[in-house]
């Protein structure tokens, strides 16, 4: 069982900064891919970033050149950079690790507010 814990969100003003955190913890697993999906209101979830143990990244479109998503193995914690930030980044922030046997973990999500 991977437990993930989320930090970092709250109020910015647009064209601000946010930095975000998620810890995995738990026993007896390894980790492959982690990364960062959102949800807005009346809205599907959405990958926003994802980053393998080896480093490959992958991005949405939308938020290309603004965030930035890195990765500590050693710690089983996962990063996102997020930069310029606009309104119509306003989400629930989701972590989301899958380990070595393909096993989807989710976090508990985390409020980014974009707003003056």
Known sequence: QVQLVESGGGLV???GSLRLSCAASGSGFSINAMGWYRQAPGKVRELVANINRGGSTNYA???KG???ISRDNA????YLQMNSLKPEDTAVYYCNAVTVTALGYWGQGTQVTVSS
Do not use: E, L
Request: glycine share 8%.
């Open 13 to 15: 003003q647009p064209g």
């Open 66 to 68: 603004r965030f930035t």
């Open 75 to 78: 710690k089983n914690t996962v």
């Open 61 to 63: 479109d939308s938020v």
